[in-house]
């Protein structure tokens, strides 16, 4: 069974930074693809960043050149660099996997999710 847990949400203000770490268990985690994605209040979900099991990378529009996705497979862990933080960045953060080695597939597991407040 895949779980995903995520850490290192909190409260921060605009302009700072915060790392998300999302620990994979139950699956080969190196030939899955993984992904970030995030709900603020109101809106629907949506993609922020995903990595292929190859190492591809996609952005969303709104946070290219302020976060980063990476993965280690020897720790089957993902994070998120999230650098200048904005306001409009709120929103609860979740973690997800695909059964397939890009996420052009689709997402099949998902965390609960991190909540990231950023505060004007």
């Known amino acids: 069974q895949v779980q995903l847990v995520e850490s290192g949400g909190g409260l921060v203000q605009a302009g700072g930074s915060l790392r998300l770490s999302c620990a994979a268990s139950?699956?080969?985690?190196?030939?899955?693809?993984m992904g970030w994605y995030r709900q603020a209040p109101g809106k629907e979900r949506e993609l922020v960043a995903a990595?292929?099991?190859?190492?591809?990378?996609d952005y969303a529009h709104s946070v290219k050149g302020r976060f980063t996705i990476s993965r280690d497979n020897a720790k089957s862990t993902v994070y998120l660099q999230m650098n200048s933080l904005k306001p409009e960045d709120t929103a609860v953060y979740y973690c997800?996997?695909?059964?397939?080695?890009?996420?052009?597939?689709?997402?099949?597991?998902w965390g609960v999710g991190t909540l990231v407040t950023v505060s004007s």
């Open positions: 990595i292929t099991s190859g190492g591809a990378i």
């Open positions: 139950g699956s080969i985690f190196s030939v899955h693809a």
């Open positions: 997800a996997q695909s059964e397939f080695s890009d996420h052009a597939f689709g997402m099949d597991y």
